[in-house]
């Protein structure tokens, strides 16, 4: 399939994360199938979900000495890593 927006350039295609990523090498643009963007949603929705729920697990306990603040990276940021520079 070539780049809407290129015309000429052929899409690349990548799996991430289960889902089917058509993507330009030129213009960086990403494709999505029908249902594709359905199944990142659901999948960060989930990815959320199990981030506050550890977050308010580790809340409940005491800890003697303040907990370490790190940036967590989503869900959304694993799929399209490879997309970055």
Known sequence: MKCPVCKDVTLLMSERCGVEIDYCPECRGIWLDRGE???????????????????????????????????R?????????MFGD
């Open 37 to 71: 963007l359905e199944k990142i949603m659901e999948k960060e929705d989930a990815y959320i979900n199990k981030e506050v729920k550890e977050s308010s697990h580790k809340e409940s306990k005491h800890y003697e000495e303040k907990p370490r603040k790190q940036k």
């Open 73 to 81: 990276e989503s869900f959304m940021s694993e799929i399209f890593e």
